[in-house]
């Protein structure tokens, strides 16, 4: 329904070809490739979706205001009570009503009868409240004020002051709830309110007074002119550590070295498994280790399946190709055999030369390890490696 929306409006435009040189049949063909063939595997099955969009998807939004832009002037246009204000987000509305309960109650059935896809329900305003999208709007005889709104499992939870995140991090929320404050409260008072809730989740949360003072200030804006230097810069970005970050920042900021920090374990990298579980060979650009029957172990990194890396392995030490492997030659020399099909990997990246870096800290770190780093890894970091 909404790939004929979209064909009619462009066999419309005029201008199209200003913009494009792709007629509109290859458009839409191109549409429906990408609306139609909705792939996505679970549980090792392979399934399609039919209907609706993928979620994640850049089109779903813009194919969701494209239909409902129809879908309400279809609407409104048919109504017989309209209302006095309508104002919609994505499939969000916001109405103002005036012809009485029962009429309204028509309406929505009206809406509800234009397309089979779409069920509206309706939320009414309670005590002269009612909350849309993140604000509360207030009904003051004839005026609309707004306010923050919070569900009621709202909790005052935020980034801990004394969590292992860098100050900027930590200043960044309290910035961003005050702003949120200042932009939503159409008056004095809702705002006078508003903070006293958001300096009391602040401090709940350990941040000190003075942070609390300086966030709530409002912040200067800085010219996007001011703000560029011309000047040619180089980027890291490094792991976050407390202390020692920031020096390293302060020292590239001498040599117009720009830096920013990351957080490697993180509670999306523990819960959100997105991605279809392979074979544990079946992986690509991981470190890995191999057991001997003797308890040493060989570890490696390829950038291909392991099951290949693995096979090459077999196929040295099966013709006895002592130069060419490390594992030949612990094989041969000492008669011993590998486990096979005990190999496991420890750890995956697909950055090249960080790959590198990790095969050679894990064998730095392993017991009489029978392979050699292909980089080196200086003593002094061994006590950073070991925790």
Not at 26 to 51: A, D, H, P, S, W
Not at 143 to 170: D, E, I, M
């Amino acid at each position: 329904e909404t790939l004929k929306i979209i064909e009619s409006c462009l066999n419309e435009d005029q201008k199209l070809n200003e913009r494009t040189k792709l007629p509109v049949p290859v458009i839409m063909e191109l549409l429906e490739l990408c609306t139609q063939c909705n792939y996505f595997e679970l549980e090792g099955k392979i399934y399609r979706q039919y209907e609706g969009m993928a979620m994640g998807s850049p089109l779903s939004p813009i194919f969701a205001n494209i239909f409902m832009e129809e879908f309400e002037q279809k609407a409104l246009a048919l109504a017989q009570f309209k209302p006095k204000i309508w104002w919609r987000y994505v499939d969000d509305t916001f109405v103002v009503f005036p012809h009485g309960d029962t009429k309204l109650n028509e309406f929505l059935d009206h809406i509800n009868s234009i397309s089979p896809s779409i069920r509206l329900t309706m939320e009414v305003e309670v005590q002269n409240k009612l909350p849309f999208l993140d604000v509360c709007v207030l009904r003051d005889r004839d005026v609309l004020k707004t306010t923050v709104f919070q569900k009621k499992t709202h909790t005052g939870k935020y980034l801990n002051y004394h969590s292992n995140h860098q100050k900027s991090a930590k200043e960044g929320v309290a910035y961003s709830l005050f702003d949120r404050a200042k932009s939503l409260c159409s008056d004095k008072d809702g705002l006078k309110e508003e903070f006293k809730k958001v300096e009391s989740d602040l401090r709940s949360n350990g941040y000190p007074q003075s942070v609390i003072n300086k966030c709530k200030r409002t912040r200067k804006i800085i010219p996007e002119s001011v703000n560029q230097k011309s000047d040619k810069f180089a980027f890291m970005s490094i792991p976050y550590v407390p202390g020692l970050s920031e020096k390293i920042r302060r020292v590239g900021r001498k040599y117009n070295i720009r830096t920013a920090f990351k957080t490697h374990n993180t509670l999306r990298q523990s819960l959100v498994k997105t991605k279809p579980k392979n074979g544990t060979q079946d992986s690509k650009n991981c470190v890995y280790s191999i057991k001997c029957s003797c308890d040493r172990e060989y570890i490696g990194e390829t950038k291909r399946p392991l099951n290949v890396r693995i096979k090459e392995h077999k196929e040295n030490t099966r013709k006895g190709l002592t130069e060419k492997s490390k594992i030949a030659h612990h094989c041969w020399s000492e008669d011993h055999h590998m486990n096979w099909d005990e190999a496991k990997i420890i750890h995956r990246e697909p950055h090249f030369f960080k790959r590198k870096l990790i095969e050679a800290s894990y064998i730095k770190l392993a017991n009489q390890p029978i392979s050699q780093p292909s980089v080196e890894i200086r003593p002094l970091w061994l006590p950073i490696l070991k925790n």
